[in-house]
Structure formats: C-alpha cells, structure tokens
C-alpha cells in the first residue's frame, strides 16, 4: 500500500503508522502516557498563546519526513509557522520542527532506535524522548552535521529548546505536573 492510500483509507484504524508499505497498529497507551501527553500539551499551548510561533499537532496525524522514510505518528509535533505549508489535510509532507513521543510499555525499542534514526534522518531540530514510568526525559538537538546531539541542560537539570525560544523544560516538572501557570511565570511567559 503506497503512502497516500493509507491516508486516503478510512477503513485503517487512526491509531497506526505507515512503516514500508505495511500499516502498522499501536498499542494503546498507558494512564502515565496519556497524562504526560496532556500536561506537554497543555504546557505547549500556554507557550504558544504566549510566543504564537507555529502550531501543535498529536496522534494520530501524521509526519512524513522524506519520501523513503516512514509515516509516523509522533505523540506531539510543533511545526513553525515559516514551515506551515508543509502541513496538508492529513499530514506533515516533511520534518516537524519539534517532535516529541512520550514512552509506552513496548515502544521504548521503536522510540529509541527506529523513530531517533528516522527522525534524525528526516530532518526534525528536535527530537524529546520522554519516558513517565522511569521517570526519565532525554532531548536531542540536530547539530550541523545532522545528527542528534543529546541537549544542553542546565545547572538544576533544566533543557532549554533551541527552537522555542524562552522554553526550558525540566524533567521533573513533567512527574510532579507542576501547574503550567506557575512554569509560565517562571519562565516570564505570563504575558
């Protein structure tokens, strides 16, 4: 099945990706998933009411990062309003800026190994890897060379995105769902 008769097919289940020609189910989401997915949603949402930069997308739309690469699903996707065009019905027709997948038990493999390979491959700035049963967030930066670097985090452990500017993110606030007006405020993005 090509790329665009898979988007096209209103038989295929939405919770699945498009990986060589095969659609591909997921599993569903643990609570823990779907609460982190929430929080990083709301949390993105406030910042971009503060700095309207681009716009959010989540599962199941999906991204196509380059012709010979596969159609994911990230969990979230910020894709900046200079790269809006790239954005059609019913996909992103290349990189996200910003893409972010929230681990599930039984995706860490996929996250870590085919999405990171796929992701660097096709494109995407950043790449969040964020793991709430660990209680772990791992960010990737595209350097120069266009291969992810793990990112800069500050003294408190604090990781400032290189595309949004003005967001840091610190791991613990993802747990402990700290209220996004006070992260706003912190950050001076209460505007």
Known sequence: MSYEEYLCDSTIPP??????????????VSKAHAQTVRYLLQLLEAYLVARPLGDLYFEPFNMKTAVDLPGR???????SAERADAVGDLSLQGPADVVIEVISPGTEGTDRGDKFLEYEQGGVAEYW?????REIADFYVRGEDGLFRSGSVDAEGSFASTV???LRIHPDWLWARRPVRQVMRELGLDD
């Open 15 to 28: 919770h699945t990706e498009w990986v060589d020609g095969e659609v591909v189910e997921m599993m569903s």
């Open 73 to 79: 699903s990230p969990d979230i996707m910020f894709v």
């Open 129 to 133: 890897v964020v793991d709430p049963l």
């Open 164 to 166: 949004l500017p003005g």
